[in-house]
Each structure stands twice: as C-alpha cells, then as structure tokens.
C-alpha cells in the first residue's frame, strides 16, 4: 500500500521569515486523515530566511531531527549546548523532560530543512542534543543511517534516538536505484528532497511525502538526480502500549 500527498495537498504557512510545508497537522494546520506515520508524529519542510529563526521555545517528551537541506542552522539550548548544523548534516534533539531552544539561520542565505518529529517509547527521559557530520560521499548510491534507536544499529555510526525507528539518506544519479526493506509491522515514510523519482512503481514529485506499509520493500529509482530521506517507523503503532 503506498499513499502519496504531494507538495501542493499538504499544509502551507508561509509567515514572511519561514515558509512552512507541513506533511502532518501541525499549528494552525489540520487534517485528521494526515496525525502522522506510526511514531512520526511531525515531518516539516522549511525554508528559513537568511538573518531569521525559532527564539528560545520549549519542548519536551519528543525526538526532533533535522535535516540541514541547503544553508545551515545554528542551535543554542538550555543545556549549555550551541552547535552549527550545514547542509547534509543532522542534528536530534531528545526533548525530554524539558529543554529550551533556539534554532537561527545566521547565514547570507535562506536555509532549507526537514524537521522531523518522533514520539520517544518512554517519558520523562533525560534531555540531550547533538549533532553530526556525514561525509557526502556516503549518501551516494546507497542509503545511510542518519539516526536510529533500533537494536540493529546500536553500534553503527548513526545519532541515537528513542524509539525502534531510523532515518536515512542518500543521493543518486539519475537512473540509479536503492531498495529499503520493511520488516513485518514496519512502514516507511519517504520525501525525495529533490527530484523526481519512482517508488514501487509510482512517480513521485520532488518534495512530496509517500507512506509506504503493507510492502516488503521499498524501491526507489532516480527519474533524475536526487536526494532522498527515508523514515522506517512501527506500523501500525498502538502508542499506550510503548509510550509510558
């Protein structure tokens, strides 16, 4: 089963400063048919103006990933924490029980990036934030694990979060191909961050998010240079059973 929502079908919210494309609700944006992918609860495509940013604003009790697409992005928390994050790189913050944040573009350009929210498996855990650098060689023609909280992947270089999901990237050449199998009660989430491509058969418009569960794999070949990120999460997922 594959659900596809394109650039155009999901959320918008364009505030001058950030121009926001939400894949699931989020803010002022609502779709009850669109509450989020198993444990992935928020994926939004963000262009942050040069000069611009989030002020301090807190969270708490949720794994945020970002993915730097062009630009960078410079975080401050209440950790003592303070990091710069470019393009290709992520950074996860474990919310916890409470942390403070801040997330600028202090750069002479616009900054493109997905923010990708996971519900952790447990409550109340300690917070943290760190930040990684992944070499661009590596995201050619195979997919990489950015981050992950699965057993499988305890000792891969991948920045950890809490809950049983992974996130990947990779780039490929036009006519190049990647498959991503998908574990018996496991669906993935894919967006091409550029490009076009086909998955499972299907063409996908760049920036367009396709649900992929009920499949034993997800096949994806570049129409044209690309670059993807992929979620692999629990689904279905029955949340009273693991968020405690």
């Known amino acids: 089963m594959m659900n596809v ?3 155009a079908e999901i959320g918008a919210a364009n505030h001058g400063w950030l121009d926001a494309h939400h894949h699931f609700s989020f803010a002022g944006y609502r779709d009850y048919a669109r509450m989020g992918f198993g444990p992935l609860r928020v994926w939004n495509d963000d262009l942050i103006k040069a000069g611009t940013g989030f002020p301090m604003h807190p969270h708490e009790d949720m794994e945020i990933i970002t993915y730097v697409r062009t630009g ?17 790189d992520v950074q996860v913050m474990s919310a916890g029980t409470g942390i403070v944040h801040s997330e600028y573009n202090l750069e002479d350009e616009d900054t493109t990036l997905f923010q990708i929210w996971i519900q952790p498996d447990t409550k109340g855990l300690s917070p943290r934030w760190e930040s990684r650098e992944f070499p661009q060689v590596a ?18 270089d991948a920045l950890k979060i809490h809950q049983d999901a992974a996130l990947f990237g990779t780039r490929l050449h036009k006519g190049q ?3 991503h199998k998908l ?25 367009s998010g396709v649900a ?7 096949h994806v070949t570049a129409d044209t240079d690309v ?9 279905p997922w029955h949340p009273h059973e693991t968020f405690q």
């Open 227 to 235: 670059e993807i990120v992929i979620v692999d999460v629990p689904f």
């Open 212 to 218: 992929v569960y009920e499949e034993d794999a997800i």
């Open 139 to 156: 995201h050619d023609a195979e997919l990489t694990i950015l981050a992950s909280g699965r057993s499988a992947h305890q000792d891969m």
């Open 72 to 88: 960078a992005i410079s975080h401050e928390d209440s950790l003592g924490n303070a990091g710069r994050t470019v393009a290709g």
């Open 5 to 7: 929502a394109t650039l």
């Open 177 to 179: 191909s990647v498959s």
């Open 183 to 207: 574990e018996q009660g496991r669906g993935g989430y894919l967006v091409p961050a550029t490009g076009r491509v086909t998955v499972n058969g299907q063409q996908i418009d760049e920036r």
